[in-house]
């Protein structure tokens, strides 16, 4: 597509429920981030994927979260037994793996959770 | 010290001032720098890339001091449609943490009419 794709762009979900976020990212670009950003807050790095392994998990918050990519594309950021602390807009990100392309990062329009 | 630190405002200006913000960043081998714009409840997009000699866009100019470590960007004759969050991004040595790009928590800006 022309642009990165992300669904759903709200999830509403009950506390202790699992929740999955999808993006498709923008074809051919190999590098992918997960961020998540709180109200009024700045980003927080989750994971970088560069093609299906990601090097960078540090940002992680705890082992509820876990994401995957599979054939250089498509992610998933899966969180289990979500926590209201959980709520947030999650935000994907792509960009091209080297080169000059790889510091222009293309936003998805991000999916918001609310765990009640 | 934060590795990316910026000043987050509000910072409340009339239309047609202009204004700066400053950006700096801890680890000396950075190699790249941007700035970002993120409307309210949107996602960010790349404003400019930053270069060593300077570099300016129409009414943005954006600078580099490396000996400092600081980069900024001055808004010339404000426009409603300039008031957002504008975040510093910076680009560490390869395999520095976050996939190598840091993301500072950005600089509000308010153009009043």
């Known amino acids: 597509g022309a642009g990165v794709s992300q669904s759903p762009s709200n999830k509403v979900t009950e506390k202790g429920k699992d929740v999955e976020l999808r993006c498709d990212p923008i074809?051919?670009?190999?590098?992918l981030y997960w961020y998540r950003q709180s109200l009024g807050q700045g980003l927080e790095f989750l994971i970088y994927?560069?093609?299906?392994?990601?090097?960078?998990k540090s940002g992680l918050p705890s082992d509820r979260f876990s994401a995957e990519r599979t054939g250089g594309s498509v992610s998933t950021l899966t969180i289990q037994r979500t926590q209201q602390e959980d709520s947030a807009v999650y935000l994907c990100?792509?960009?091209?793996?080297?080169?000059?392309?790889?510091?222009?990062?293309?936003f998805g329009a991000g999916s918001r959770l609310t765990v009640l | 010290r934060k590795e990316v630190e910026q000043d987050p405002g509000p910072f409340n200006v009339p239309e047609g001032a202009t204004v700066a913000f400053n950006c700096t960043y801890s680890n000396s081998a950075s190699q790249s720098f941007f700035w970002y714009r993120q409307d309210c409840r949107k996602e960010p997009k790349l404003l400019m890339s930053v270069y060593s000699s300077g570099n300016e866009d129409g009414r943005f100019t954006a600078q580099l001091n490396r000996a400092s470590q600081y980069i900024s960007l001055l808004i010339r004759d404000s426009k409603l449609s300039d008031s957002a969050t504008y975040l510093c991004?910076?680009?560490?040595?390869?395999?520095?943490?976050?996939?190598?790009?840091?993301f500072g928590k950005g600089t509000k800006l308010s153009v009043k009419p």
């Open positions: 991004v910076v680009r560490g040595p390869y395999g520095g943490s976050q996939g190598n790009l840091i």
């Open positions: 994927f560069q093609g299906n392994s990601a090097p960078d």
């Open positions: 990100a792509s960009s091209l793996g080297e080169g000059i392309g790889a510091n222009v990062l293309t």
């Open positions: 074809s051919g670009h190999t590098a």
